[in-house]
């Protein structure tokens, strides 16, 4: 997951992820010009890491800009060959992401990209896990344990914003 907070420790981040992992970007407080012209440098690098990209939009802007899928709350989407990826926080909103190829509960734990927000923790992350019926991700508060912890309980895999640029 992309966030303005990361500056430029996000391109070592990007050099550093696994090759079979994916980017979210985000970047929300930009300009459209200046979010349009970060993401193509994003892109860029995700394309020459072989590395998924997903833009937090409309599977219509992703699509024109080039992307490989979005994220979002959509309801009724047909993509295409588009990947829909969703966030669900609770039950109700992993009822309403059934479209989705991919699922990002969070928080898993306390987050600073969260203030005051607490974490589902375990018990409240399995139970989503075990309904989902999708691939999901565990985002929040993700560190080497944590993320160990929540792909044993059988998580197709974790994201990170914080946790993968230094403090």
Do not use: C
């Not at 349009?36 to 994003?42: C, G, N, P, T």
């Not at 989705?100 to 969070?106: E, K, R, T």
């Amino acid at each position: 997951m992309t966030d303005e907070r990361q500056g430029d420790a996000l391109w070592d981040a990007l050099e550093t992820m696994p090759r079979d992992g994916g980017i979210v970007f985000r970047h929300y407080s930009l300009d459209p010009t200046a979010r349009r012209a970060v993401f193509e440098q994003v892109r860029h690098v995700a394309r020459r890491r072989g590395l998924m990209l997903l833009l937090a939009g409309p599977p219509s802007q992703a699509r024109i800009w080039g992307a490989d899928g979005a994220h979002g709350r959509f309801s009724r989407i047909k993509a295409g060959t588009m990947i829909l990826s969703a966030p669900v926080h609770d039950g109700a909103e992993l009822r309403r992401a059934r479209h989705a190829d991919l699922i990002f509960v969070s928080p898993v734990f306390a987050t600073r990209s969260h203030p005051g927000v607490k974490g589902l923790g375990m018990a409240g992350f399995r139970p989503l896990l075990a309904q989902s019926g999708k691939p999901v991700i565990a985002l929040g508060g993700m560190n080497a344990r944590r993320a160990e912890r929540v792909m044993k309980s059988g998580a197709y895999g974790w994201a990170a914003i914080d946790g993968l640029t230094p403090r």
